[in-house]
């Protein structure tokens, strides 16, 4: 079945750093991938979604790149803020072999310091 | 746009009692909306997709009977935790679909629950 696997957390990094966090997934069709952002305590935010092959998703500095021939779509953003600090969730949608649900990675849990 | 609002965000009740979470689209209809749980420092598990009108399908292992799901509306969803238990706590979270297909979801932020 289609999963997603997420690089482990918990990512530290000081203030202006570049943020790399990996994602991979295996599913079958054509799936959309996402990255979702979820605060403390709170719900979960879209960060920005790919639709298709070589599609970049982008957001607040953040970038995504939707790559078939890895099965990848990893979060990049060249210099993180304390305010980035969050879980980060990948995730795809099958929307025709699903009925449109989504499938999450385990997230990725991002500590920036100051 | 696109906002979904769960209420309550936090709610304490004892053991054996039931607790309704209601969930909302706010400015737009949501023909289908996910309900999710998360345990704590892990990821989102789908519990059910709730169609307006229609039964909820669930996911495996989860108790129909246990988790009652009613989309009476095409804003409104509600989840009722019946005679809940300790191992209910948790983190619960909707979202909802503007479109069909592989649009994303807008979540709500979320309900603590703690049974005592």
């Known amino acids: 079945g289609n999963s997603v696997t997420q690089m482990e957390g918990p990512v530290t990094l000081s203030e202006e750093a570049f943020l790399t966090i990996n994602c991979t997934y295996t599913?079958?069709?054509?799936?959309?991938l996402f990255w979702y952002v979820q605060y403390p305590g709170e719900g979960l935010q879209l960060l920005l979604k790919?639709?298709?092959?070589?599609d970049k998703g982008s957001n607040k500095g953040f970038e995504a790149t939707y790559r078939k021939e890895t099965t990848s779509f990893h979060l990049e953003k060249g210099s993180v803020q304390v305010s980035d600090s969050a879980v980060y969730f990948c995730?795809?949608?099958?929307?025709?072999?699903?009925?449109?649900?989504?499938?999450f990675g385990q997230g990725t849990e991002l500590s920036v310091k100051p | 746009g696109a906002v979904v609002s769960q209420h309550p965000s936090r709610v304490i009740c004892k053991s054996g009692t039931s607790v309704k979470i209601e969930c909302r689209s706010l400015?737009?209809?949501?023909?289908?909306m996910f309900w999710y749980r998360q345990f704590p420092k892990q990821s989102l598990m789908l519990m059910a997709t709730?169609?307006?009108?229609?039964?909820?399908?669930?996911e495996q292992g989860v108790e129909k009977d246990k988790f009652l799901i009613n989309h009476a509306s095409l804003t409104l969803s509600t989840l009722t935790v019946t005679s809940a238990h300790p191992e209910d706590s948790s983190f619960y979270i909707c979202?909802?679909?503007?479109?069909?297909?592989?649009?994303?979801?807008?979540f709500g932020n979320g309900t603590r629950l703690t049974v005592t």
């Open positions: 400015d737009f209809q949501a023909t289908t």
């Open positions: 979202s909802a679909r503007t479109q069909g297909g592989n649009s994303p979801l807008h």
């Open positions: 790919a639709t298709k092959a070589d």
């Open positions: 599913a079958t069709g054509y799936p959309s």
């Open positions: 995730a795809l949608s099958d929307g025709y072999n699903q009925g449109g649900k989504l499938i």
């Open positions: 709730s169609n307006e009108g229609s039964k909820a399908t669930y």
